[in-house]
């Protein structure tokens, strides 16, 4: 199971891919960042890679048994976060404790603050990509604030399979260190008179821009999904210090991917350079808004 936060994350990764194990992956920046790499190297290599975020198991889950000339598009559901319906200026004054406010998911500092922002959202579109082999044309991404919906795909008959269950990642470790058996978790079981109504909106790419960023990353390629990835962890790890406000993290972020000429990486070790060179572009450009 890979679950270190962050590009630390990266080598573990790669190591146990390399040696052909079973991986639970919970890191989704290892797919982010050396997307192409890691399942090249896992098809040589022999290893699985199973998906334990809750919407990548879900997807996982619905295309079982299925062709993947069958897959219209994949829907992944976003709660939204605690600032789903803030206006634009009053994300402006938001303060940590705030943005680790989430509404449905218990999660660390980090990771809240990525779904306050939709970076999260962003980053799993990347990492949707490399799992599934999908381009950015067949994935989407729709606002579901009960978080009952995991994510869904639609079939090119038109049939759309989603995978339902109550807000806790107990369901998709479950389903992860099991496979291909089930096993019992002790999850709250849906009610769905309880429930009454799930609802649906489309994200708004002006007041979360995170996500525009990440797709542009996607669409780029090569170097790109690295930078915007340091870019991010350096902009919220700001935010959380109290050296950046709310709105200036994906204003970062996208100043950082303008500046950024690295060529794309063909090693960990070139992902790990261009990591580097982004977070000291992205801390130099800190300094330079200080002054």
């Known amino acids: 199971m890979a679950a270190i ?15 052909g194990k079973t991986v639970g ?6 797919l982010v960042t050396a997307g ?15 998906p334990v975020d809750s919407e990548h198991n879900a997807i ?14 994949i829907i992944l559901t976003a709660s939204g976060g605690p600032f789903r319906s803030r206006s634009k200026a009053d994300m402006a004054q938001v303060t940590p404790a705030q943005a680790v406010a989430h509404p449905n998911w218990s999660m660390g ?6 779904s306050a922002t939709m970076m999260n959202k962003g980053l799993e579109l990347i990492e949707a990509h490399h799992l599934f082999g999908l381009p950015s044309s067949q994935l989407d991404v729709v606002v579901h604030p009960q978080s009952i919906i995991h994510s869904m795909v639609e079939f090119v008959d038109g049939s759309i399979l989603a995978q339902l269950g109550s807000a806790d990642m107990r369901v998709p470790i479950a389903h992860t260190l099991a496979f291909p058996d089930r096993m019992e978790s002790p999850a709250e079981r849906l009610d769905f008179a309880a429930i009454g109504r799930l609802d649906f909106e489309s994200p708004d790419p002006e007041r979360f821009p995170a996500l525009r960023l990440a797709r542009e990353a996607l669409e780029a390629g090569g170097s790109a999904p690295v930078v915007l990835n340091a870019a991010n962890e350096i902009a919220v790890e700001a935010f959380l210090g109290g050296r950046l406000d709310f709105v200036g993290i994906a204003s970062l972020v996208e100043e950082v991917m303008a500046h950024s000429t690295a060529l794309p990486p063909h090693s960990i070790a070139d992902v790990i350079d261009i990591d580097r060179e982004a977070r000291h572009s992205a801390r130099h450009l800190m300094s330079e808004r200080a002054a």
């Open 5 to 19: 936060v962050g590009c630390a994350g990266l080598e573990p990764v790669m190591a146990a891919v390399e040696a």
């Open 36 to 50: 192409n790499l890691m399942t090249d190297t896992a098809a040589r290599h022999g290893a699985t890679i199973l």
């Open 60 to 73: 996982f889950q619905c295309l079982a048994g299925q062709s993947s000339r069958s897959v219209s598009r």
């Open 109 to 114: 500092a980090k990771i809240s603050v990525d």
């Open 25 to 30: 992956l919970a890191n989704k920046e290892a």
